[in-house]
T-cell receptor
Framework: DAKTTQPPSMDCAEGRAANLPCNHS???????VYWYRQIHSQGPQYIIH???NNETNEMASLIITEDRKSSTLILPHATLRDTAVYYC???????????????FGTGTRLQVTL | NAGVTQTPKFQVLKTGQSMTLQCAQD?????MSWYRQDPGMGLRLIHY???????DQGEVPNGYNVSRSTTEDFPLRLLSAAPSQTSVYFC????????????FGDGTRLSIL
Protein backbone atom coordinates (compact mmCIF):
# COMPACT_ATOMS: atom_id res chain seq x y z
CA ASP A 1 0.00 0.00 0.00
CA ALA A 2 1.11 3.54 -0.67
CA LYS A 3 2.70 5.46 2.19
CA THR A 4 1.14 8.70 3.39
CA THR A 5 2.74 11.77 4.97
CA GLN A 6 0.80 14.15 7.20
CA PRO A 7 1.88 17.04 9.43
CA PRO A 8 1.93 15.92 13.06
CA SER A 9 -0.26 18.75 14.31
CA MET A 10 -2.36 21.72 13.21
CA ASP A 11 -4.41 24.43 14.89
CA CYS A 12 -7.64 25.96 13.66
CA ALA A 13 -9.92 28.65 15.05
CA GLU A 14 -13.50 27.65 15.67
CA GLY A 15 -15.77 28.60 12.78
CA ARG A 16 -12.92 28.65 10.30
CA ALA A 17 -12.22 26.03 7.66
CA ALA A 18 -9.70 23.37 8.63
CA ASN A 19 -7.57 22.19 5.71
CA LEU A 20 -5.64 19.01 6.45
CA PRO A 21 -3.05 17.98 3.83
CA CYS A 22 -1.85 14.52 2.97
CA ASN A 23 0.91 13.46 0.63
CA HIS A 24 0.66 10.06 -1.08
CA SER A 25 3.10 10.34 -3.95
CA UNK A 26 3.41 6.56 -4.50
CA UNK A 27 -0.33 5.93 -4.86
CA UNK A 28 -1.39 3.36 -7.45
CA UNK A 29 -4.25 3.65 -9.88
CA UNK A 30 -6.55 1.31 -7.96
CA UNK A 31 -5.89 2.75 -4.51
CA UNK A 32 -8.47 4.84 -2.70
CA VAL A 33 -7.82 7.71 -0.30
CA TYR A 34 -9.69 7.39 3.00
CA TRP A 35 -9.93 9.80 5.90
CA TYR A 36 -10.78 8.72 9.44
CA ARG A 37 -10.59 10.59 12.70
CA GLN A 38 -10.18 9.52 16.30
CA ILE A 39 -11.62 11.72 19.00
CA HIS A 40 -9.79 11.29 22.28
CA SER A 41 -9.65 7.54 22.92
CA GLN A 42 -12.76 6.53 20.99
CA GLY A 43 -12.78 4.19 18.02
CA PRO A 44 -11.84 5.72 14.65
CA GLN A 45 -14.70 7.36 12.77
CA TYR A 46 -15.02 7.24 9.00
CA ILE A 47 -15.16 10.68 7.39
CA ILE A 48 -14.88 10.39 3.62
CA HIS A 49 -13.09 8.60 0.81
CA UNK A 50 -12.35 9.08 -2.88
CA UNK A 51 -10.55 7.64 -5.87
CA UNK A 52 -10.05 10.39 -8.43
CA ASN A 53 -12.79 12.96 -8.12
CA ASN A 54 -13.38 15.44 -5.36
CA GLU A 55 -15.97 14.28 -2.86
CA THR A 56 -18.27 16.01 -0.39
CA ASN A 57 -20.54 14.72 2.31
CA GLU A 58 -22.22 16.14 5.40
CA MET A 59 -18.98 16.03 7.37
CA ALA A 60 -16.27 17.20 5.00
CA SER A 61 -14.89 17.68 1.51
CA LEU A 62 -12.02 15.77 -0.03
CA ILE A 63 -9.91 17.42 -2.70
CA ILE A 64 -7.60 15.08 -4.64
CA THR A 65 -5.03 16.59 -6.99
CA GLU A 66 -5.18 15.65 -10.65
CA ASP A 67 -2.02 13.51 -10.39
CA ARG A 68 -3.49 11.91 -7.22
CA LYS A 69 -0.23 12.39 -5.34
CA SER A 70 -1.78 14.49 -2.62
CA SER A 71 -5.13 15.34 -1.10
CA THR A 72 -6.71 17.78 1.33
CA LEU A 73 -9.48 17.15 3.80
CA ILE A 74 -11.59 20.23 4.41
CA LEU A 75 -13.79 20.72 7.45
CA PRO A 76 -15.72 23.81 6.32
CA HIS A 77 -16.65 25.23 9.72
CA ALA A 78 -14.56 23.62 12.43
CA THR A 79 -16.01 23.32 15.92
CA LEU A 80 -14.43 22.33 19.21
CA ARG A 81 -15.94 18.85 18.71
CA ASP A 82 -13.71 18.42 15.64
CA THR A 83 -10.59 18.35 17.82
CA ALA A 84 -9.16 14.90 17.04
CA VAL A 85 -6.40 12.96 15.31
CA TYR A 86 -7.08 12.74 11.57
CA TYR A 87 -5.74 9.82 9.58
CA CYS A 88 -5.19 9.83 5.82
CA UNK A 89 -5.05 6.26 4.52
CA UNK A 90 -4.39 4.95 1.03
CA UNK A 91 -5.65 1.46 0.49
CA UNK A 92 -6.67 -1.22 -1.92
CA UNK A 93 -8.41 -4.54 -1.46
CA UNK A 94 -6.59 -7.51 0.03
CA UNK A 95 -7.98 -9.64 -2.75
CA UNK A 96 -10.65 -9.07 -5.34
CA UNK A 97 -14.03 -8.89 -3.66
CA UNK A 98 -12.72 -8.42 -0.16
CA UNK A 99 -12.63 -5.26 1.92
CA UNK A 100 -10.09 -2.47 1.91
CA UNK A 101 -7.00 -2.86 4.04
CA UNK A 102 -6.46 0.11 6.32
CA UNK A 103 -2.93 0.98 7.42
CA PHE A 104 -2.96 3.70 10.06
CA GLY A 105 0.00 6.04 10.52
CA THR A 106 0.26 8.58 13.33
CA GLY A 107 -2.04 11.13 11.65
CA THR A 108 -2.48 14.86 12.22
CA ARG A 109 -3.60 16.10 15.61
CA LEU A 110 -6.05 18.95 14.92
CA GLN A 111 -6.68 21.33 17.77
CA VAL A 112 -9.68 23.62 17.31
CA THR A 113 -9.58 26.65 19.57
CA LEU A 114 -11.95 29.46 20.51
CA ASN B 1 -29.02 -0.75 15.37
CA ALA B 2 -26.10 -0.91 17.82
CA GLY B 3 -23.29 -0.97 15.24
CA VAL B 4 -20.09 -2.61 16.47
CA THR B 5 -20.17 -3.67 20.11
CA GLN B 6 -17.05 -4.64 22.02
CA THR B 7 -16.93 -6.26 25.44
CA PRO B 8 -15.48 -5.83 27.96
CA LYS B 9 -14.55 -2.15 27.90
CA PHE B 10 -11.76 -2.62 30.44
CA GLN B 11 -9.82 -5.68 31.59
CA VAL B 12 -6.80 -6.36 33.76
CA LEU B 13 -5.02 -9.69 33.40
CA LYS B 14 -2.03 -11.36 34.93
CA THR B 15 0.81 -12.62 32.75
CA GLY B 16 0.01 -16.06 31.42
CA GLN B 17 -3.77 -15.78 31.71
CA SER B 18 -5.97 -16.25 28.69
CA MET B 19 -9.07 -14.36 27.72
CA THR B 20 -11.39 -13.60 24.86
CA LEU B 21 -12.31 -10.14 23.66
CA GLN B 22 -15.77 -10.09 22.15
CA CYS B 23 -16.89 -8.21 19.05
CA ALA B 24 -20.38 -8.25 17.58
CA GLN B 25 -21.96 -6.28 14.74
CA ASP B 26 -25.59 -6.09 13.65
CA UNK B 27 -25.10 -4.55 10.21
CA UNK B 28 -24.71 -7.85 8.31
CA UNK B 29 -21.16 -6.90 7.36
CA UNK B 30 -19.05 -9.60 5.77
CA UNK B 31 -15.70 -8.11 6.70
CA MET B 32 -14.47 -7.84 10.30
CA SER B 33 -11.08 -7.06 11.74
CA TRP B 34 -9.13 -6.52 14.95
CA TYR B 35 -6.61 -3.74 15.57
CA ARG B 36 -4.44 -2.79 18.50
CA GLN B 37 -3.35 0.73 19.35
CA ASP B 38 -0.39 1.43 21.58
CA PRO B 39 0.18 4.88 23.15
CA GLY B 40 1.07 7.56 20.61
CA MET B 41 0.79 5.19 17.68
CA GLY B 42 -1.66 4.44 14.94
CA LEU B 43 -3.72 1.26 14.75
CA ARG B 44 -2.08 -2.00 13.68
CA LEU B 45 -4.05 -4.84 12.13
CA ILE B 46 -3.99 -8.13 14.07
CA HIS B 47 -6.39 -10.45 12.20
CA TYR B 48 -9.22 -10.06 9.77
CA UNK B 49 -12.07 -12.07 8.28
CA UNK B 50 -13.80 -11.66 4.91
CA UNK B 51 -16.72 -13.87 5.87
CA UNK B 52 -17.89 -16.65 8.17
CA UNK B 53 -15.32 -19.45 8.28
CA UNK B 54 -12.58 -17.35 6.67
CA UNK B 55 -9.83 -15.61 8.64
CA ASP B 56 -6.34 -14.37 7.88
CA GLN B 57 -3.42 -12.73 9.61
CA GLY B 58 -2.72 -9.04 9.66
CA GLU B 59 0.40 -7.11 10.57
CA VAL B 60 0.84 -8.29 14.20
CA PRO B 61 -0.88 -11.69 14.64
CA ASN B 62 1.48 -13.42 17.08
CA GLY B 63 -0.08 -14.30 20.42
CA TYR B 64 -3.66 -13.95 19.14
CA ASN B 65 -6.21 -16.35 17.69
CA VAL B 66 -9.49 -15.65 15.94
CA SER B 67 -12.40 -17.60 14.54
CA ARG B 68 -15.52 -16.56 12.64
CA SER B 69 -18.37 -19.02 13.05
CA THR B 70 -21.13 -16.48 12.38
CA THR B 71 -21.42 -13.27 10.37
CA GLU B 72 -22.15 -11.28 13.52
CA ASP B 73 -19.33 -12.31 15.85
CA PHE B 74 -15.55 -12.16 15.63
CA PRO B 75 -13.87 -12.93 18.98
CA LEU B 76 -10.17 -12.33 19.61
CA ARG B 77 -8.39 -14.76 21.92
CA LEU B 78 -5.23 -14.07 23.86
CA LEU B 79 -3.68 -17.47 24.46
CA SER B 80 -1.15 -16.58 27.19
CA ALA B 81 -1.19 -12.88 28.02
CA ALA B 82 2.09 -10.98 28.07
CA PRO B 83 2.81 -7.40 29.24
CA SER B 84 3.61 -6.49 25.61
CA GLN B 85 -0.05 -7.08 24.80
CA THR B 86 -1.14 -4.21 27.02
CA SER B 87 -2.99 -2.03 24.54
CA VAL B 88 -6.34 -0.73 23.38
CA TYR B 89 -8.06 -3.17 21.03
CA PHE B 90 -10.52 -2.07 18.36
CA CYS B 91 -12.84 -4.18 16.27
CA UNK B 92 -14.13 -2.98 12.91
CA UNK B 93 -16.57 -4.19 10.28
CA UNK B 94 -17.65 -3.28 6.77
CA UNK B 95 -19.34 -4.62 3.69
CA UNK B 96 -17.06 -6.33 1.21
CA UNK B 97 -15.78 -4.50 -1.80
CA UNK B 98 -13.60 -1.54 -2.53
CA UNK B 99 -14.71 1.82 -1.19
CA UNK B 100 -16.67 0.52 1.77
CA UNK B 101 -16.13 2.51 5.00
CA UNK B 102 -15.25 0.53 8.09
CA UNK B 103 -17.17 0.99 11.32
CA PHE B 104 -15.25 0.75 14.59
CA GLY B 105 -16.25 -0.21 18.08
CA ASP B 106 -15.33 1.86 21.14
CA GLY B 107 -12.45 -0.39 22.09
CA THR B 108 -11.32 -2.67 24.91
CA ARG B 109 -8.61 -1.32 27.18
CA LEU B 110 -6.46 -4.25 28.27
CA SER B 111 -3.70 -4.18 30.87
CA ILE B 112 -1.43 -7.14 31.48
CA LEU B 113 0.46 -7.13 34.76
Amino acid sequence: DAKTTQPPSMDCAEGRAANLPCNHSTISGNEYVYWYRQIHSQGPQYIIHGLKNNETNEMASLIITEDRKSSTLILPHATLRDTAVYYCIVTRQYHTGTASKLTFGTGTRLQVTL
Amino acid sequence: NAGVTQTPKFQVLKTGQSMTLQCAQDMNHEYMSWYRQDPGMGLRLIHYSVGAGITDQGEVPNGYNVSRSTTEDFPLRLLSAAPSQTSVYFCASSFRGQGQPQHFGDGTRLSIL
